[in-house]
């Protein structure tokens, strides 16, 4: 009988690592909760930092999987993991066997109405990255009553590095998203001025340092060295926001037509779950900790559960696909030893 | 002694290798919570006082842990306790509490 591995989660991780499986001769079948493929990739518009637009990364992604054969599940949610990746249990209730399981169940977006203090469901112009990326797929930038913002503020760490929602992690990949958006924003709207309120510019990838230079020489993003404190809303349904400018160190106030919320990754609320399963442990964030952060990223405990993405950190989609790949391998080899 | 008009200008830089680092030291140890620290401005942008006078906490509390702490007991004096600073405090630094405590440890001048 020949072997078969189930992929918890067909975001791009998901995907590749179900894809590269196939390619070393082992079946693989992706267990997705949504109704397709992609993850998160599937609402972004354009990436960072080389602006390729998403869907010529998700086209590929979907091209390699029906190529090679993979068995794809959707709108299937996997709720257990049990007897340590031999077998998992569907939230119907019904079970599947396989001889591993790769666990690719991703991230949360953080919910920002949780920062109160901000506005966001509450006040008509507050945004998140997330709805920025989703008007950028439908026409534009506009505030809610259809103008083009004049002033757009975009604030950093909103759920990130923040003991106050219980999130001490540091998001990686948003301060790079929040430079990107704010070069869209310009690029549509030149006349717009931008504001970036930011604590640390966080450039840790290929080309992010490049932007974000860009961002401010070519583009003249104003970046101001301050947390936005309190948002409110003025009668004209604009948003008041209050910061320290640090680097003066004078309380600043400002109204903008739109402020945008640059939300963080939250550990995947799956992950509870996951650590029910005897050879999972999770971090204090909730992010899914791997065997070995040099040796064994990819690994658990378990010698038949293994991860790939970002559920064992924030991680951009190279990051993450690369490791569908690292997994595939281990679990290759893995399957050959028994 | 003849007056020329002339005064030796204090450097104003922070001297860490002449600072009196000690109560640095000891307010640190004892409240190790201020060490984490990201410099946000969260409170001072928020605080009562900062937005009336030229208070700013952040600044007040780095002064001191820079080992500068002249006239900070002083400026403490406006802080009105009323605890906004600790509600948006990212790192869940008790900045008031901090505010109490410096009134209580600093020498007044
Ligand atoms: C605002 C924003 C913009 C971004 N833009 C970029 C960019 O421009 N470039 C870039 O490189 N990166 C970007 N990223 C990062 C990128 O989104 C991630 O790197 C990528 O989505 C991670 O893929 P993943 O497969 O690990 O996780 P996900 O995309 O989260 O996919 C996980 C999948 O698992 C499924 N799943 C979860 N639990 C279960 C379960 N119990 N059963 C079945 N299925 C389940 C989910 O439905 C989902 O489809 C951005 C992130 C954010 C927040
Ligand atoms: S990447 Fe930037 S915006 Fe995101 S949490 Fe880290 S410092 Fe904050
Ligand atoms: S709000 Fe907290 S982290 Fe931010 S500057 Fe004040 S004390 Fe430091
Ligand atoms: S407690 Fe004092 S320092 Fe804190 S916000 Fe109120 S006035 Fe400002």
């Known amino acids: 009988m020949s072997k078969k591995v189930i ?7 998901g995907m590749q690592a179900a894809v590269t499986l196939e390619e070393l001769g082992i079946r693989s079948v992706i267990i997705e909760k949504e109704d397709g493929l992609g993850g998160k990739l599937r609402r972004w518009d354009r990436l960072f930092p080389t602006m390729t637009p998403a869907e010529e990364v998700l086209d590929e992604l979907k091209d390699r999987v029906q190529r090679s054969g993979v068995e794809v599940m959707t709108s299937c949610e ?8 031999r077998m998992v249990t569907l939230k119907d209730g019904s079970s599947l066997e396989s001889d591993a399981v790769v666990v690719a169940s991703g991230f949360d977006l953080f919910p920002a109405e949780l920062k109160e203090e901000y506005g966001y469901k509450i006040y008509d112009n507050v945004f998140t990255t997330v709805d920025l ?8 930038v506009r505030t809610v009553d259809g103008r083009i913002p ?5 604030l950093h760490c909103v759920g990130s590095r923040d ?6 992690h540091c998001s990686r990949v948003c301060c790079i998203t929040g430079v990107k958006q704010a070069i869209e924003i310009k690029q549509e709207h030149p006349d717009t001025e931008v504001y970036s309120f930011y604590m640390d510019m966080r450039m840790f990838g290929p080309g992010y340092e490049e932007l974000y230079r860009q961002a401010q020489q070519e583009f003249n993003i ?3 060295r301050g947390r936005i404190s309190e948002a409110s809303q003025t009668i004209d349904h604009r948003i008041q926001i209050k910061a320290e400018d640090t680097l003066i160190g004078l309380p600043l106030k400002m109204t903008v037509d739109m402020l945008v919320l640059i939300v963080g990754m939250k550990a995947g609320e799956s992950n509870l779950r996951w650590s029910r399963c005897q050879g999972v442990d999770l971090y204090p964030s909730s992010f899914v900790k791997p065997k070995n952060l040099f040796l064994g990223g990819v690994e658990s405990d378990s010698k038949h559960i293994f991860y790939a993405g970002t559920v064992t950190a924030p991680k951009n989609i190279g990051e993450s696909i690369d490791e569908g790949i690292a997994a595939a391998h281990r679990v290759a080899q893995r399957l050959k030893e028994e | 002694m003849v007056n020329w008009g002339y005064t030796i200008t204090r450097v104003r830089r922070v001297d860490i290798d002449s600072n009196d680092m000690s109560y640095s030291r000891k307010l640190l140890a004892e409240f190790p919570e201020l060490q984490s620290c990201i410099a946000c401005g969260s409170c001072t942008a928020t605080c009562t006082a900062g937005n009336l006078t030229k208070f700013n906490v952040r600044k007040l509390q780095t002064l001191v842990r820079r080992g500068e702490y002249e006239g900070v007991r002083k400026e403490l004096e406006k802080c009105m306790l009323c605890g906004k600073c600790r509600l948006v ?4 630094i008790n900045i008031r509490g901090l505010v109490q405590k410096l009134k209580k440890e600093l020498p007044v001048k």
């Open chain 1, 150 to 154: 004049k002033t757009v503020a975009f």
């Open chain 1, 222 to 224: 104003h970046f101001v």
């Open chain 1, 163 to 168: 003991e106050k929602v219980n999130q001490r």
């Open chain 1, 7 to 13: 992929i918890i989660g067909g975001g791009v991780a």
């Open chain 2, 89 to 92: 405090c990212p790192r869940g």
């Open chain 1, 78 to 85: 996997v709720s257990e993991i049990g007897c340590e990746g």
């Open chain 1, 133 to 140: 990326e989703r008007m950028f797929r439908n026409g534009g």
